[in-house]
C-alpha cells in the first residue's frame, strides 16, 4: 500500500501564488508515475499534471500550462504543485494520486490507485 499526505492548501487572493506538497510513504518503490488532479464544486475531478519519479519531465493539463509546476524530492518522496498567478476558477481541493503504470499520458483517473485525502484552495476575487 502507497499512502498520500497532501498539504499547503489554503485561502489566498487572485494573483497569489501557493505550493502544495504531497508526501508519499509506503510502497512507494511500486509506483512510477505521480499526479495531481483537482476538483471544484458541482464539477468532476479533473487532471491537472503529472511526473515520473525517474524523470524531471512533468506533462501538465493545456488549462495550466504556464502557470503550475509539477517538480519533486525523491529524497523525501514527495511531490510538489507550485501554482502561480491563482484564479478564481483555481478554487477547487486537490488530490495526489499514485500509480504503478508508465503510460504516456495518464489523465485518467482510473490508471491511478492510490489517492490522498486532498487539500482545499480557495482563491478569492
Known amino acids: 500500500q502507497v499512502q498520500l499526505v497532501e498539504s499547503g492548501g489554503g485561502l489566498v487572493q487572485a494573483g497569489d501564488s501557493l505550493r502544495l506538497s504531497c508526501a508519499a510513504s509506503?510502497?512507494?518503490?511500486?509506483?512510477?508515475?505521480m499526479a495531481w488532479f483537482r476538483q471544484a464544486p458541482g464539477k468532476e475531478r479533473e487532471f491537472v499534471g503529472h511526473?515520473?519519479?525517474?524523470?524531471?519531465?512533468?506533462y501538465y493539463a493545456d488549462s495550466v500550462k504556464g502557470r503550475l509546476t509539477i517538480s519533486k524530492d525523491n529524497a523525501k518522496n514527495t511531490v510538489y504543485l507550485q501554482m502561480n498567478s491563482l484564479k478564481p476558477e483555481d478554487t477547487a481541493v486537490y488530490y495526489c494520486?499514485?500509480?504503478?503504470?508508465?503510460?504516456?499520458?495518464?489523465?485518467?483517473?482510473?490508471?491511478?490507485?492510490?489517492w490522498g485525502q486532498g487539500t482545499q484552495v480557495t482563491v478569492s476575487s
Open positions: 494520486a499514485a500509480s504503478t503504470r508508465i503510460l504516456y499520458p495518464m489523465t485518467r483517473r482510473d490508471l491511478y490507485e492510490y
Open positions: 509506503g510502497r512507494t518503490a511500486s509506483t512510477y508515475t
Open positions: 511526473i515520473r519519479w525517474r524523470s524531471d519531465n512533468a
